[in-house]
């Protein structure tokens, strides 16, 4: 009978040492999907640590099947979902469907927080946001949610501080376009 040393994993030995255990950086979302009832993809935004692995091919079925799924399922049905290896936490606003890819060990309850956060930093910025707001205003959309999570991690609680952000860009862009310029083209 050989011995074999702790931390060491087998088949046998599943134990392993807490000094052993390797430091992988695991985001709390993994990707986060907004699309409508009709299952038009709105915005997307992927936070996986390998991102080179996944190709533009693997994204987009990843996309439609996690559409399909959610679309299909009835609304009395629960938010959370186990798909693959992950969960998918969800939540309907009106005519959109905001989702979140999440690992299994991430907490639920705290993914749909973050994604009311998401909905109410939206309806502030444009009032009452609807899918049109979305589609022509996506840049905005974008940078709201960079401004709350980076890495798939929240950066920002305060909705004030991200309105604070997004205001201090939209300044930033005025200033970039003088307004003299499209009466001098004979535009203005």
């Not at 038009?40 to 991102?51: A, I, M, P």
């Not at 989702?99 to 009452?128: M, P, W």
């Not at 309105?163 to 083209?185: H, N, R, S, V």
Request: include cysteine; proline fraction near 3%.
């Amino acid at each position: 009978m050989t011995t074999i040393p702790y931390g060491v994993i087998t088949e046998h030995n599943p134990i392993q040492s807490p000094s052993k255990v390797p430091l992988t950086p695991k985001n709390m979302i993994q990707f986060m999907l907004l699309f409508s009832r009709q299952g038009k993809c709105r915005l997307q935004k992927w936070y996986e640590c390998n991102e080179m692995s996944m190709t533009e091919k693997s994204k987009k079925k990843i996309t439609r099947e996690l559409i399909a799924n959610i679309l299909t399922r009835k609304a009395k049905m629960s938010s959370f979902l186990e798909w693959k290896d992950l969960k998918v936490v969800y939540k309907r606003y009106a005519s959109l469907y905001f989702c979140a890819a999440i690992e299994q060990t991430d907490n639920e309850l705290v993914t749909l927080e973050v994604i009311h956060r998401y909905v109410e930093l939206l309806d502030k910025y444009f009032g009452s946001v609807c899918e049109l707001d979305i589609i022509f205003n996506f840049e905005k959309a974008y940078f709201m949610l960079d401004e709350l999570l980076l890495g798939g991690e929240i950066q920002e609680t305060s909705k004030k501080n991200v309105l604070k952000a997004i205001a201090a860009q939209d300044l930033l862009q005025e200033d970039e376009t003088p307004q003299g310029f499209f009466e001098d083209a004979g535009l203005g």
